[in-house]
């Protein structure tokens, strides 16, 4: 029998994800990004993909999103060559209100799912549903 009313779907992920995967990102808030990070066996070196240095939390790494008058091309070869230089690091890219995205050509969501290291969105409290699942280790 055909179903008469349409089906109700929520926008966003239902389920978290318990780590970011390559093409996979997750998100997170700051303190969330910082808590989970904390609890992993050995804490991965992660740079923060913003605009200002002054965003990075200690002991991050900083990787400029944006330069004035540097076009999209040449933030995706810095990005190119950030991931060379560190294949073993995590990329965090903030996504928080107020701040402005990476400046890129390439669309950021097939950017991240062609990716080769983990990568955390990091995103207000109330934002970011849509973007990628939640990080949240298991206990």
Known sequence: MRRRTPLEVKSGWTHP???????????????????QLSRLPVPPRVFLWTEMEQRCP??????????????PESIEAELG????????????????VGTMAPA?????????????CPVILIVDE????????????PF
């Open 17 to 35: 994800l318990p780590m970011p995967m390559p093409g996979q990102p997750v998100s997170s808030t700051l303190e969330e990004a910082e808590a």
């Open 58 to 71: 200690e002991g991050w790494g900083y990787l400029a999103s944006v330069r004035p008058g540097a076009p």
């Open 81 to 96: 060559a950030w991931m060379r230089q560190y294949p073993e690091a995590w990329l965090a890219v903030d996504l928080r």
């Open 104 to 116: 890129t050509r390439t669309p950021l969501d097939e950017l991240f799912q062609s990716m080769r």
């Open 126 to 137: 109330e934002d970011g549903s849509d973007l990628a699942p939640r990080w949240q280790l």
